[in-house]
Structure formats: structure tokens, C-alpha cells
């Protein structure tokens, strides 16, 4: 099994800075694909960025592309998100997550993803 923990969450103005970690543990995820989800209050879950096992390949939702940047170090078996000139826009919790699969294809849909973090609160105010 895995165990995803999400850290650095909190409550930031409008332009501001945040680097969310997710240190991973059990069984090893080095060789997978992971993400990061994020869900508002009374939305669907959604991808944000996701990351091959090398670190090489990343994809964006285009609604961070240019904001957010994805990166992992495998030697820590941890994933961060930081995460650039916040916007209201951008509150929600926010989920790591890895792929069951060593198929190295980054996907965006939730169900593709196997393992998942506790979720981290970002608050962007205006």
C-alpha cells in the first residue's frame, strides 16, 4: 500500500506564494505517475498538474500553466506543487495523488489515479 501526506496548505492574500509537499511512504511510487487534484466547495475534483516518474514530462490545467510549477525528488519520495500569483480562484483542497500503474502517461482524470493524500486546505483572499 501507499500513504500520500500533503503539507503546506494555509491562508494567503491574492498575489502571494504557497508550496504544498506530499511525502509519500509504504510502498514505492518513485517509478509513477502523480498529480495534484484540487476541489472547491460544491465543485467536481480537478486535475492541476501532473508529473512523470523522472520528473522530465509535467502537464497543466491550463487555468495554472505559468503559475504553478510541479516537481519531485524521488531520493525524499516527495511530490511539491508551488504555486505562484495566488488567485481567489484558486481556493480549494487540494489532493496528491499517484497512479497504480508504471504506465508512464500522465493523466487528468481522477479515477485513473490510485492513491490519494488526506487533502490540504489553500485560501486565497482577495
Known amino acids: 500500500q501507499v500513504q500520500l501526506v500533503e503539507s503546506g496548505g494555509g491562508l494567503v492574500q491574492a498575489g502571494g506564494s504557497l508550496r504544498l509537499a506530499c511525502a509519500a511512504s509504504g510502498r514505492t511510487v518513485s517509478n509513477h505517475v502523480m498529480g495534484w487534484f484540487r476541489q472547491a466547495p460544491g465543485k467536481e475534483r480537478e486535475f492541476v498538474a501532473g508529473?512523470?516518474?523522472?520528473?522530465?514530462?509535467?502537464r497543466y490545467a491550463d487555468s495554472v500553466k505559468g503559475r504553478f510549477t510541479i516537481s519531485r525528488d524521488n531520493a525524499k519520495n516527495t511530490m511539491y506543487l508551488q504555486m505562484n500569483s495566488l488567485k481567489p480562484q484558486d481556493t480549494a483542497v487540494y489532493y496528491c495523488?499517484?497512479?497504480?500503474?508504471?504506465?508512464?502517461?500522465?493523466?487528468?482524470?481522477?479515477?485513473?489515479?490510485?492513491?490519494w493524500g488526506q487533502g490540504a486546505q489553500v485560501t486565497v483572499s482577495s
Open positions: 495523488a499517484a497512479r497504480g500503474t508504471t504506465i508512464p502517461v500522465i493523466t487528468t482524470t481522477p479515477s485513473t489515479f490510485d492513491y
Open positions: 508529473i512523470s516518474w523522472s520528473g522530465i514530462t509535467t
